[in-house]
């Protein structure tokens, strides 16, 4: 007794757990570059303590309920914007624990290339939107006469933009129209670029358009409750918000060591923008992109293993 006493205060407290289970660590992908570098970051830094891993697309609202039931294990990007009111209710219902921030703060919201400014004078606040010789500078083929806001993929934020549109009393000279997937916005940025016509899209940080001339537009402060979804008026930007991680609620006992990884695993912004800048600049693979950070920030997630 007293020789397994002394034992264990030797050992000490952290290394007497059990070791993590060979089954795989289910890690989801979606559709931002971003999140799935950093899906094969974290895979790749589970495999360095032998732990196998398991990536599955999924949908990225739907995931908190998946995280929740154990069909995916974590979740590495919990944007607040855009996906909070999920988060909230998969964690309020059981089976989904918050597993922490990064340290990275997030915007997600409307914007321009800084060159768009003078297009529209009064920019970036958002009543300069209601001056018709602003407008008329954002009008496209498929925009009926308005000026047209390229919105993300509607699985993102539904209706917000809309909404917020119509709220704020933009609805008769502007109109929001959904990109089909992320590559749609840088496309659609190089194309005004080229073509010198004005555009507003749809973008966030940390992003690897970071410190690359793209403003975001000044909407009247969020504060919680303000959107539609939530009860609001609807006349709000979006948050200064978290990047947030979750976990299924059996992860810390099934996989201990992961899990504990997982807890004190933070990026920053630069981190973050520089694991989008290796897709959507360098037009590397995610897998690559990963390979390649993970060679080069050794020093950064090495004494997270520890
Ligand atoms: C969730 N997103 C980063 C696309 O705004």
Redesign the pocket.
Known sequence: MAVGLAAVLVIGPGSINAADSKRPIIIPT???S??VVMAYVIGGIFESIGNRVAYTPSD?QAVYESIRLGDVTISH?V?Q???GASFDKARDKGGLLDWGDHEAR?L?DMGYPNWVAELCPGLPNWEALKSPDCAKNFVTPDSGGKGRWLE??QS??QDLMPQRLEALGLGDLWMVKFAGG?DALWAELAAAKKEGRGTII???TP?FTDGAGFTFIKFPPYYDGCRPADGGDGKCGSPDGYLKKAVNDKFPKTHPHAARIFKKLSFTTSQIGAMAALVDLDKMTHEDAAKKWLADNEAVWKPWTK
Do not use: D
């Open positions: 979606h559709n931002w971003s999140q990225s990007e944007w914007s855009a996906f997030t997600e993300g993929p993102w934020h992320a749809f973008n966030w992003n």
